[in-house]
T-cell receptor, first 116, second 112 residues
Framework: GAVVSQHPSWVICKSGTSVKIECRSL??????MFWYRQFPKQSLMLMAT?????????EQGVEKDKFLINHASLTLSTLTVTSAHPEDSSFYIC????????????FGAGTRLSVL | RKEVEQDPGPFNVPEGATVAFNCTYS??????FFWYRQDCRKEPKLLMS???SGNEDGRFTAQLNRASQYISLLIRDSKLSDSATYLC?????????????FGKGTKLSVKP
């Protein structure tokens, strides 16, 4: 099946620093990638939709200036958590949608962010 | 009302048991439906799509009732490796692009 690589898998950082997470589709081109966040015992919540070559679409309540998304190529999207704070600690997961697969999304392995 | 609702469980069953999970969704514009499996601290993985006619994949059977806005997953002959959280997911075409809506999941624990 399609492979989506997400890096890093685990990050521990100090409050106030910025963290960049990469999401790559390894064997297919993804015009659309998605960024989710999951708190313990909660469902995945969509943060934003990333389209190659255009600005990301953010869900209500997600600060675009805090969660910077760049989708510069058909195989790479990045999420930067700027000035991270302890409340940003969560499991961040990206996914990529392969064109023509009837909305099936392939997920990266996730990044566990812990902000001290 | 939440868009996708599931019984969180946990469902504790012995090996070999048959177990069924249910899910309801609130948006009648939902177009496609899926069951995903998520292991602890891992990403969700697609288990199967769900069709109105019902579909089966080995020990797993999924059913969709559009009139009742209800989805089910049946697991027969449970294995220890089936222990995971099962996520009911709906795709709503009318939402702007990012359109997969996840339930909180139902936790299954299969015991020897």
């Amino acid at each position: 099946g399609a492979v989506v690589s997400q890096h890093p898998s685990w990050v521990i950082c100090k409050s106030g620093t910025s963290v960049k997470i990469e999401c790559r589709s390894l064997d297919f081109q993804a015009t659309t990638m998605f960024w989710y966040r999951q708190f313990p015992k909660q469902s995945l919540m969509l943060m934003a939709t990333s389209n190659e070559g255009s600005k990301a679409t953010y869900e209500q309540g997600v600060e675009k200036d805090k969660f910077l998304i760049n989708h510069a190529s058909l195989t790479l999207s990045t999420l930067t958590v700027t000035s991270a704070h302890p409340e940003d600690s969560s499991f961040y997961i990206c996914s990529a949608r392969m064109t023509g697969t009837k909305n099936i999304q392939y997920f990266g392995a996730g990044t566990r962010l812990s902000v001290l | 009302r939440k868009e996708v609702e599931q019984d969180p469980g946990p469902f504790n069953v012995p090996e070999g048991a048959t177990v069924a999970f249910n899910c309801t969704y609130s948006n009648s514009a939902s177009q496609s439906f899926f069951w995903y499996r998520q292991d602890c601290r891992k990403e969700p993985k697609l288990l199967m799509s769900v069709y109105s006619s019902g579909n089966e994949d080995g020990r797993f059977t999924a059913q969709l009732n559009r009139a009742s806005q209800y989805i089910s997953l049946l697991i027969r002959d449970s294995k220890l490796s089936d222990s995971a959280t099962y996520l009911c997911v709906v795709n709503i075409i009318l939402r702007s692009q990012g359109n997969l809506i996840f339930g909180k999941g139902t936790k299954l624990s299969v015991k020897p």
